[in-house]
């Protein structure tokens, strides 16, 4: 049975760590800027503004003995009495009291609105109820003993270096005074609750790990936002060098083998980035080179990585997340840039995306945060797509009834074969009219074909063709659309933000099919998906056929934070793999919803012993 002092332990742990860390350090020190130092008031009212809903459902899992100590917690925060003003009304006048205008109050509440919902909608690494709500208490626990021990120090360095009044400054020493019985009263209320539900010593330290780990304090105070916004000179972003890079080959076996006019496959051929930085971390980046959309192979990628790309990447160093991001959009023209000896490849977007991904996963991870930070989410869920392949008209009708029995309400059916026409009759017998359909030729057709296939295929109600000319064919695709009177989409025509302004400025499709290992990575999808909102272009966040859960979960975290997804697609995991590489199950479920990811890094965990095994090569490149 976990003691009251490895509860205790682990919360002075993460504590020390918060004032062992360089923005503690420079706030209470005075060496932020005024502006950081009103921004981590800020983050202050977004965190704990709605706080007394988390103490609630921690309230709610604990029906025992200790649940009175919560209660007595709770209504401290809801303001039990005339004299005791919740803690929410405090905020506010910390809000009020350091000149922070009414607009910006409101939206402030907005934003801790905002991360409730958000939260409520992100997978977490947890199975059960009972293990979410004991994250949450170690989680509230925690911050209790941490105020109670640094809110007179942070209090009088706001008074004293930051000029601020103490009556404004009164949560900071209401915690002061009040926490340090609610952190004794905490590991109580811990201990009972590890009792009652009967977790296992490993299982806590899992989830203590998991909740307590990676500063938890600096994420929720000093998240990459602020520090994006507000970086003192004094406290400037710690670079880190990357020590070696391994790329790892793939191959895993299909349940069933997937067909369309240019290519058929039974297995994936993903590639892997492992990245090992200065600092012993690691980060994980993947993608899926096509020779007939980009020109990359599996061995030009390999070999363009090893040669070109990890040179430039050992040559320099890396910031946090933000500075990483922004570094990586800097370099994004010059390390996609097809030499005149690699005539036959378009752009090397396929090895910048497993570089980039790689090193977004470790330098985040290293910051203690997620992709979705840099890309906060536009939606709380992605409805993914079924796709269908080329089939023989029964099994694809057969494909498509299980997808619909699964609620999947969107399907895509490949075409640019002499069995279209009964492939989508077959799969519109089987799933009726309540299921939209969408087509995808992959460029198989001449525009005058397509034109008269489209015309034959009308009566299936489609939704979009895609790719329905060769890839270069921008006059074609133009003419199918205006013939064809069904919206275009441009995939395999789209690769480069060039390729993005010219069928822009040619009218020749409706939708732009985005993915990221073509696109170069959330660099380069970024890049189009600008373009594609200002020129009112619907954008598909696409995958890569074999992808396994590092990609889609990178996928996911782009996809969620466009302001308009039109349709999405990927996220089949085990679906369709053998076996994926992740922990994290990222396959989608019924209906086709995927939820949030939003841990460390891409929010997925490798599992490094199954990589290994499924890899046919391994090469290692050091600095």
């Excluded at 002075?12 to 009103?38: C, H, I, K, M, W």
């Excluded at 690691?282 to 390999?302: A, C, I, K, N």
């Excluded at 922990?583 to 939003?598: D, Q, T």
Aim: a negative charge; proline letters at 3%; glycine letters at 6%.
């Amino acid at each position: 049975m976990i003691s009251a002092e490895q509860i205790t332990q682990a919360f002075d742990d993460s504590t020390r760590e918060f004032r062992d860390s360089p923005e503690y350090q420079s706030l209470v020190t005075g060496n932020a800027s005024a502006e950081a130092a009103r921004e981590f008031i800020r983050n202050v009212f977004r965190t704990h503004y709605l706080s007394s809903h988390i103490v609630a459902l921690c309230f709610a899992s604990l029906p025992s003995d200790a649940a009175l100590l919560l209660k007595e917690n709770l209504l401290e925060e809801m303001g039990r009495s005339e004299e005791e003003k919740p803690h929410a009304a405090l905020l506010l006048e910390l809000a009020r009291g350091i000149g922070l205008p009414e607009d910006e109050i409101d939206q402030l509440i907005a934003d801790a609105r905002r991360r409730i919902a958000t939260f409520c909608a992100v997978r977490l690494p947890v199975a059960t109820l009972r293990e979410l709500c004991l994250s949450l208490l170690l989680e509230t626990m925690s911050f209790e003993f941490m105020l109670s021990r640094c809110s007179s120090e942070i209090a009088g360095a706001l008074s004293k270096r930051y000029g601020y009044s103490k009556p404004a400054l009164r949560w900071f020493e209401l915690h002061s005074e009040v926490d340090i019985r609610h952190a004794e009263e905490g590991v109580i209320v811990v201990q009972d609750y590890l009792a009652f539900h009967q977790i296992a010593d490993e299982l806590f330290d899992r989830i203590a790990r998991f909740t307590l780990g990676d500063n938890l304090f600096v994420r929720h105070y000093f998240p990459p936002a602020s520090r994006q916004r507000s970086r003192s000179k004094a406290s400037p972003a710690k670079a880190r060098h990357v020590d070696s890079m391994t790329i790892y080959q793939l191959r895993i076996p299909f349940h069933q083998s997937f067909r369309h006019a240019l290519q058929s496959r039974e297995e994936s051929d993903a590639v892997i980035v492992k990245i090992t930085g200065s600092d012993g971390r690691t980060g994980f980046g993947e993608s899926l080179p096509r020779s007939y959309v980009t020109g990359e192979t599996t061995e030009s990628m390999v070999t363009h990585i090893r040669e070109r790309l990890a040179p430039k990447i050992f040559s320099d160093s890396f910031a946090a997340g933000w500075e990483t991001l922004e570094y990586l959009q800097a370099v994004l023209s010059q390390w996609t840039r097809s030499d005149k000896e690699d005539s036959s490849v378009i752009a090397w977007n396929a090895a910048f995306c497993a570089v980039e991904l790689a090193l977004l996963d470790w330098s985040l991870r290293a910051d203690h945060c997620a992709l979705a930070d840099l890309l906060p989410p536009h939606r709380f869920e992605i409805g993914y797509s079924g796709v269908i392949s080329a089939d023989a008209p029964a099994d694809a009708a057969a494909l498509a009834e299980r997808m619909a029995r699964l609620g999947l309400r969107q399907i895509k059916v490949k075409v640019g074969t002499a069995d279209d026409f009964a492939r989508l009759e077959a799969v519109r017998n089987a799933v009726g009219d309540k299921v939209e359909l969408r087509a995808d030729a992959n460029g198989a057709w001449s525009a005058q074909e397509a034109i008269e296939s489209l015309q034959r295929l009308a009566k299936f109600k489609l939704q979009s063709i895609e790719q329905p000319v060769r890839a270069c064919d921008l006059n074609g695709m133009k003419q199918v659309r205006d013939e064809s009177r069904i919206p275009v989409m441009a995939d395999e025509s789209l690769i480069t933000p060039e390729q993005a302004r010219k069928l822009i400025a040619s009218s020749a499709c409706d939708y732009f099919n985005i993915r990221l290992s073509k696109c170069g990575g959330i660099a380069g999808s970024l890049a189009i998906a600008k373009l594609a909102q200002e020129a009112g272009i619907e954008i598909q966040v696409g995958a890569q056929v074999g992808e396994t859960g590092i990609l889609s979960a990178a996928g996911r975290t782009f996809a969620a934070q466009l302001p308009a997804l039109a349709f999405a697609e990927g996220s089949f995991g085990t679906w369709l793999l053998a076996e994926d590489v992740t922990f994290e199950n990222v396959a989608f479920g019924f209906g086709g919803r995927a939820p949030l990811l939003r841990t460390r890094g891409l929010s997925v965990t490798v599992k490094e012993d199954v990589l290994e095994r499924l890899a046919i090569s391994k090469s290692e490149v050091r600095r």
